[in-house]
């Protein structure tokens, strides 16, 4: 489908509409009926992920698809989100989507806020109440939050107890000491997810593609506040793939649809490296409007928001295509493990299931094998330093497995 939006006049309209979908502070109203571009993360493009081999490590689990980052109105604006809670509903199940995490634009410090405490909390029950009628669909609806600082970048902000974390830290309190709300947040099960990290501004005349909306702390020289310091500390992963940054503005503008996908993987591989942590990739559409994705897949042991929420935690999730999490990984003769585990030798065999022809397994970000579908490689690794393996089927990209890390504690 992509081929037949080359037409300029098209092509600038779709990219007009979709990149503004990445967050844009300022975001318009899309058209109605406006095309939206395929994409090849379908979940249909790979149904087939039932492990195979002798003594697999997939065996527990079930591959969930879903979306990690979706906005819709309300809470979010209309003139900012086109599509409401009945049609987001409706598209997860054409799109045969397990989960969907919704997240709603949430201003800077809106903690610090009652009136915005107050409109947060307000649009996340209003929230719950629309969902309550589909709690028996196919598709889990994860309430979140999109956190936007349009100054120092964007996190995504799912799992957590939001209303536990504002009773316990009133406004006052989070004046003085903002970095509160996100370690509490976590401490009640929130995960946070640094979003569209590299999408710093582009020479274009597509407006939003000049806009900065990337994690400053990484792209930018500090000082950066307390909350801003404490989300950077605290993060357990990255937006790995935004669909809209990766198959528009990084696929047309710089025409090289990995360009923010390998940048962001090769950040966490060194900061897992040097922090001994885990990190995850995750991805979402960043849809504003009449389009959702499966771009988030992960191993989960029950279909359910606490699977969905331990198997991230855990680092067994891939992103763009489902194919990538079916990555095993043994040392010597011990027993094969999933995505996220940790292994320990100087020699890792590795294998990935399907029947891709185009796989390739990384060590640090350096491609090491392009093995067959099902077949078992030899891959070496440093005994004494932390390496971190992954795999690339087709487009999609696996999480961490971790050689030799001793991750820290809850890494
Ligand atoms: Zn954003
Ligand atoms: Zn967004």
Redesign the pocket.
């Given at each position: 489908m992509l081929a037949s939006l080359r037409a300029p006049t098209r092509f600038a309209a779709l990219l007009a509409l979709t990149v503004a979908g990445?967050?844009s502070p300022s975001s318009t109203r899309p058209d109605e009926g406006a095309a939206t571009p395929s994409t090849p993360a379908s979940p249909a493009a790979a149904a087939k992920n039932a492990p195979e081999a002798a003594g697999s490590a997939l065996a527990p689990y079930e591959v969930l698809a879903g979306d990690f980052?979706c906005h819709v109105n309300p809470p979010d604006s209309p003139s900012d989100v086109a599509r409401g809670i009945d049609e987001t509903v409706e598209l997860a199940a054409q799109e045969k989507l397990d989960f969907v995490v919704l997240t709603p634009?949430v201003p800077a410090r809106f903690f610090q806020s009652s009136a915005q405490r107050k409109a947060v909390l307000d649009g996340q029950k209003n929230l719950q109440k629309a969902l309550a009628p589909h709690a028996n669909g196919k598709t889990i609806f994860i309430r979140g939050m999109?956190y936007?600082d349009h100054a120092y970048?964007?996190a995504g902000v799912a799992f957590g107890d939001l209303e536990a974390v504002l009773s316990e830290l009133d406004a006052r309190t989070l004046g003085g000491k903002p970095e509160l709300f996100f370690e509490r947040y976590v401490d009640k099960g929130g995960l946070l997810v640094v979003?569209?990290p590299f999408s710093t501004p582009l020479e274009s005349t597509v407006a939003i593609a000049r806009a900065n909306?990337s994690w400053r702390p990484f792209t930018a020289k500090g000082p950066f506040p307390s909350e801003i310091q404490a989300l950077a500390r605290l993060a357990q992963g990255y937006e790995a793939y935004?669909f809209a940054i990766t198959e528009l503005r990084d696929r047309f503008l710089l025409a090289d649809s990995e360009h923010s996908i390998s940048r962001i993987l090769a950040r966490m591989d060194q900061e897992s490296v040097e922090k001994k942590r885990r990190l995850i990739p995750v991805g979402g559409s960043?849809s504003h409007s009449h389009y959702l994705r499966a771009s988030t897949f992960v191993l989960s042991k029950t279909r359910s928001q606490e699977g969905i929420r331990e198997a991230l935690a855990a680092g067994r999730v891939c992103v763009r295509s489902r194919d990538a999490c079916s990555l095993e990984v043994r040392a010597g003769e011990g027993a094969w493990s999933a995505l996220g585990s940790s292994v320990r030798g100087s020699v890792v065999e590795a294998r990935v299931g399907g029947d891709s022809q185009d796989i390739e397994l990384f060590v640090n970000g350096t491609a090491v094998a392009q093995p067959a579908a099902g077949e078992t490689v030899k891959v070496q690794v440093p005994a004494d330093k932390c390496s971190v393996i992954r795999a690339r089927v087709g487009e999609g990209y696996s999480g961490g497995v971790y050689a030799n890390c001793d991750l820290a504690e809850g890494g």
């Open positions: 990445a967050c980052h634009h999109e936007t970048g964007h979003n569209h909306l935004n960043d």
